[in-house]
């Protein structure tokens, strides 16, 4: 019987999926060692609390002015005989209140809120584009037509209910989301930042203009009956 050999060679390599198994030989005149970086470190204290320190005082002194220099808009006490007329939510609550004008009161109060909530608990348990890469970075023809389809399905259900304030930012971001995909020979420099966006960005930008856009509109451009009116006039 003849017998084999193992045959060890020394080197140096970084890929463990190429070379999973590696002998280390330490001797007694050598030892494991750890390189610190040689970086500026700095305390937490002093640097750190007591710059927001100075912050924090500073913005309450701000705050403090501003509130001896002007009055609060508060309106003269509720009647309750007397109900206005549109009577608005907060401004923080004013997006969904524009959304109860397209949507049934299920869907714009409670299915809506549910899934933005879900959304921001469950999303960040999902390894989605760690590395953070462009949107049309890989599988560019297979991720436009995925793109193309579900915003061609959420189009037709805001033109369903007719919801022009969700709808017109939507198709504001799929254009710009759109003209990133093609490949220009001197694009912009608005479209090379688009260009170099992941999707992660996209739906947050998507997300905040909508959000906004509700917000604006609940605001300024709704008169009595929740009509649509201009605030100059």
């Known amino acids: 019987m003849s017998e084999t050999k193992n ?5 140096v390599g970084s890929n463990a999926l190429k070379t999973p198994e590696r002998v280390v030989f ?27 320190v ?8 701000v705050l403090v002015i501003v509130a001896l220099a002007w009055d609060a808009p508060l309106e003269q006490l509720a009647n309750p ?4 007329n549109p009577a608005k ?26 899934l933005v909530v879900v959304a921001l608990v469950v999303i960040p348990y999902f390894n989605v584009n760690i590395k953070g890469e462009p949107l049309w970075a890989a599988d560019r023809s297979r991720r436009f037509l995925i793109f193309i389809v579900s915003v061609g399905l ?4 805001l033109g369903l209910y007719r919801a022009w304030t969700v709808l017109v930012p939507t198709v504001a971001i799929a254009g710009l989301t759109i003209v990133s995909f093609f490949q220009l020979k001197r694009p912009y420099r608005l479209i090379s930042f688009l260009q170099t966006r992941p999707l992660s960005w996209w739906v947050m930008t998507w997300f905040i203009a909508v959000s906004l856009t509700l917000t604006v509109v609940g605001t300024f451009f709704r008169g009595p009956g929740w009509s ?6």
């Open 154 to 157: 959420l189009l037709i259900f």
């Open 7 to 11: 045959s060890f060679e020394a080197g």
């Open 89 to 114: 939510a907060p401004w923080y609550f004013l997006g969904l209140q524009e959304l109860l004008h397209y949507f049934p009161p299920l869907v714009a109060g409670i299915v809506i809120p549910t």
């Open 81 to 84: 005989l007397l109900t206005p």
């Open 26 to 52: 330490i001797t007694s005149k050598t030892s494991a060692q750890v390189k610190e970086r040689a970086d500026r470190q700095l305390m937490s204290y002093p640097q750190l609390i007591l710059r927001e």
């Open 228 to 233: 649509w009116v201009w605030p100059w006039r």
């Open 54 to 61: 100075i912050a924090f005082e500073v913005l309450t002194i």
